[in-house]
């Protein structure tokens, strides 16, 4: 019988489905030498995103002929080795869309209301009113960056609260750009006349370090920055000491350059103007049962030698 490793991360829907034919194995992550030592035994393997498929584990994997991905980002694998060694990659590009949408406009207007600051108050036993005046999103301009799946979702949303939307995407032609009632524009004119931006590009190297002083010093003053896409788009430094200075107003992130976040590597620790999360932007009930099934059918697709589409 064919072995899959499933990381214990996964909703039990792909496990489920996949045991009716399949020895599946629900393990930890691993690090990437305790992979290597077991990745030989399985035929194929399940992953969230803490879990990095790296070129020595996939040269360590011996049998492995397919990857899945249970999420839309695959820049934890080495997708080039895998392809190399005939090891099919699958991802679940459609499930958690709705999840990261929503907790991408959570993050926002938790960090335009103060949310955690006045939450944190209570629980202090604090009464302070003055202390958390925000702002309304009605008529303000948010800057889209990636106007895809999430993007898109984020737009339709945030046109409800009465913004204008403008986006910065290479790859969305103009007229979907106008179905979606997004203003296409160039990424300067995206920082110079935000105020707000939200990220949802995947991480390539296009994307990595894309909103560093540079950028950050084109945007408006007290700008007010979201990324719930991935950690490495935003160079932390930067965002950190325009957060200490005012010229971004507050960020709200869900995605660490290096995860999981260890206290070291984390300037906003003692900030005030922040909402922080880890990584949840896809733990929804709903998100995760999805892409355990989405995954955990790819998976048995490619074990059963059938057609599909790949990452
Ligand atoms: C994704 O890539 O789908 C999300 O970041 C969620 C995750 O990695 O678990």
Known sequence: MEKIY??????????????KEYTVVIGKNLAEDELCEIIG????????????????????????KVIGRAGVGIDGIDLEAATRRGITVVNTPESNTIAACEHAIALMLSV??????????????RWDRKSFTGIQL????????????VGSNVAKRLQAFNMRTIGYDPYITEER???????????????????????????????????????????????RLINAARGAIVDVKALAEALASGKVAAA??????????????????????????????ASTKEAQAGVATDVALGVRQVLHGEPVATA
């Open 177 to 223: 750009a106008k179905e979606l009632g997004v203003e296409l524009v160039d990424l300067d004119t995206l920082l110079g006349e935000s105020d707000y931006i939200t990220l949802h590009t995947p991480l390539t190297e296009e994307t990595r370090g894309m909103i560093g002083a540079a950028e950050i010093a084109k945007m408006k003053d007290g700008v």
């Open 252 to 281: 709200g992130i869900d995605v660490w350059a290096s995860e999981p976040l260890l206290p070291e590597n984390n300037p906003f620790i003692t900030m005030t103007n922040v909402a922080l999360t880890p990584h949840i932007g």
């Open 6 to 19: 499933i990381t214990q991360d996964i909703a039990k829907e792909a496990k489920e489905l996949l045991e």
């Open 41 to 64: 035994e399985y035929d194929g393997i399940i992953t969230r995103s803490q879990t990095r498929i790296t070129k020595k584990v996939i040269e360590a994997a011996d049998n492995l």
């Open 112 to 125: 335009t209301r103060c949310i955690p600051q006045a939450h944190q108050s209570i629980q202090e036993g």
């Open 138 to 149: 009605l008529d303000k301009t948010v800057g889209i960056i990636g106007v895809g799946r």
